[in-house]
């Protein structure tokens, strides 16, 4: 592998429709991190969405579909690594070993599950409860230092950090004994803002813009043609004053916020540099601004998707390709894992990795 100074890692579950939110919080952003001096890698992480029943079918359409959403998007399969989880078996494995670094106590504190288990917890499955030392397992099996995500994935990250460390500490010895710098897991950086890191519902801007809103007019659809897209952004929903001159009289007006988040995500600027432009517009001027930088910038990737969902064969092969790089790396880091902890391995010793 060429010495890059970075390591670029994230995911995206393969579960349903992708929408305007995961695009400018997690897809355009891989796109830009690509242009830094970084290997990335971008997963679709499949054994994630199986925390939550998954029709087999429909799983397997949408992990395609993620994937053509990557590549529609502009991110390049031959200088990043695209691929899905489960074709790499290291994630599993290195997540066994984290579930015995990880404590229960810290589990317990994941948001997340609560939420997502709701009031029937008995009932969730043992994998929703562990999804968290899953996602570090995918960060740490190539010592990311790196990690885009949106706001919500903030504590994930941090337990992240915490198994690291622990097994830094907890292995300390062993690692040294086996010829590796004391960090042997990076301490991974979370790389969470941008203008759009909070995308809301058109409908209702205190919401999360979301796949399981039960109103389809809620969200725009990465797959959504030009005219359902211009037409979203006429009918969100809005105050009626005009939009202020300043980004503070946004504060207490959350779709106008949004709206203004959305123009700033699209166009690569800042809400500042938004409202220099269109303080004191009304929103009939405004909406319509928003809807044509919308459909210029989403239509295009709406129409790739669908050139690239209609040859699932090309995208397997990318996802073969991207799968077969990603272990050959994370091959490296178990190695040295299965060292660290003690366990017998039936090949020689790797070298020290990096
Ligand atoms: N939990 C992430 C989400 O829902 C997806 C994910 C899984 C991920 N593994 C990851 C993101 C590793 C970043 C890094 O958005």
């Known amino acids: ?33 690509q242009e830094r001096d970084a290997q990335c890698l971008y997963c679709v992480v499949d054994m994630h969405a199986i925390t939550v029943w998954q029709d087999p079918e429909a799983l397997r359409g949408q992990i395609r579909e993620v994937t053509a959403a990557f590549l529609a998007a502009g991110i390049d399969p031959k200088r990043s690594i695209v691929f899905n989880q489960s074709q790499v078996p290291q994630h599993a494995e290195l997540a066994w070993v984290f579930n015995c670094v990880a404590r229960l106590g810290w589990l317990n504190r994941m948001t997340q599950f609560k939420e997502k288990a709701g009031k029937d917890r008995e009932n969730a499955s043992i994998g929703l409860y562990d999804y968290p030392v899953l996602m570090a397992a995918d ?52 790389l969470i803002g941008g203008p759009a890191a909070r995308v809301m519902s058109l409908r209702d801007g ?65 809400r500042e540099d938004v409202l220099r432009d269109f303080g004191g517009a009304q929103f009939s001027t405004f909406k319509p601004a928003l809807a044509d930088l919308a459909v210029t910038s989403l239509a295009p990737i709406a129409g790739e998707m669908r050139r690239l969902t209609a040859d699932p064969g090309h995208i397997d092969a990318v996802l073969a390709d991207g799968s077969n790089r990603a272990e050959t790396i994370a091959a490296q880091t178990l190695d040295a894992v299965k060292d660290i902890v003690g366990f017998v391995r039936r090949g020689p010793s790797l070298q020290a990795v990096r």
């Open 1 to 33: 592998m060429a010495a890059f100074t970075e390591l670029v890692f994230s995911g995206v579950q393969p579960t349903g429709n992708l929408h305007l939110g995961n695009y400018l919080g997690a897809v355009k952003r891989f796109v830009e991190m």
């Open 139 to 190: 960060i740490l099996a190539y010592r990311a230092t790196h990690v885009p995500v949106g706001e919500d994935q903030k504590q994930h990250l941090e337990l992240t950090r915490d198994i690291a460390q622990k097994f830094n500490t907890d292995f300390g010895s062993s690692i040294a004994a086996h010829g590796h710098c004391d960090a042997f897991f990076p301490i991974t950086e979370p």
């Open 206 to 270: 205190t919401k999360k813009m979301s796949k399981s809103d039960p109103s389809d007019n809620a969200r725009i659809n990465l797959t959504d043609e030009a005219d359902t897209i211009a037409q979203k952004i006429r009918r969100a929903k809005t105050d009626s004053d005009p939009l202020p001159s300043e980004v503070d009289g946004l504060k207490e007006r959350p779709e106008a916020d949004n709206l203004v988040g959305i123009y700033a995500a699209l166009a690569g600027i800042t």
